[in-house]
């Protein structure tokens, strides 16, 4: 669930967006990339943080969604949204950047009983004021910030962030619930 409303609905069918895309031929396509490149474009810049390297993922992304579609198209009955079939192709791009450009995702010893994060669930914790919530993530560590942008505004599940940042996914996990916690104790705050 994205906490910040963005212009584009993401959660459309897939099947029926995509649909329309190959009916409408590039100027389809071309309205497409419009609409999600600035989401996509996101997603690589924090993978790579290079400008440069996240445009060719970005290219690369369209590229290889729009050669699945001489493949065949999602079933109409799939709840599958077109976010969802959109972000695997990113995900698969960050993946071959790391695959060539970096080392392998460091194993780093973490205790998710140590801080609670093994049964806590502070989704719903966060829905409060988008602008305090921008202030407190503004606090937060660069790491955290990336992870918490990725899960909440970008809509990507924990495996996708693994490979988007090449990071473990208990990495991961525990870098989020690292977010949550100092989210909500800023919001407490006030």
């Not at 459309?12 to 989401?39: C, H, P, Y």
């Not at 955290?144 to 970008?154: A, I, N, S």
């Amino acid at each position: 669930m994205s906490l910040i409303p963005s212009r584009t609905s993401f959660n459309m069918s897939a099947s029926a967006v995509l649909t329309d895309i190959k009916k409408g031929g590039n100027e389809k396509r071309n309205q497409f990339v419009w609409e999600n490149q600035e989401r996509v474009y996101a997603i690589a810049l924090l993978a790579t943080g290079s400008p440069q390297d996240a445009q060719e993922i970005t290219i690369a992304t369209f590229r290889n969604a729009f050669a699945t579609l001489k493949q065949g198209l999602p079933k109409k009955e799939s709840d599958m949204t077109i976010w969802d079939w959109l972000s695997q192709f990113v995900v698969e791009a960050c993946y071959e950047y790391h695959e060539s450009h970096s080392d392998p995702p460091v194993e780093a010893e973490i205790d998710p009983m140590a801080d609670g994060s093994a049964n806590m669930d502070w989704e719903t914790t966060v829905l409060l004021g988008v602008q305090r919530i921008r202030r407190c993530l503004g606090s937060l560590p660069e790491d955290q910030q990336k992870v918490f942008y990725l899960r909440h505004h970008l809509d990507l599940n924990y495996e996708q962030i693994s490979t988007v940042l090449n990071q473990s996914p208990e990495m991961t996990k525990a870098s989020l619930f690292r977010a949550r916690v100092q989210i909500v104790k800023c919001l407490g705050r006030g």
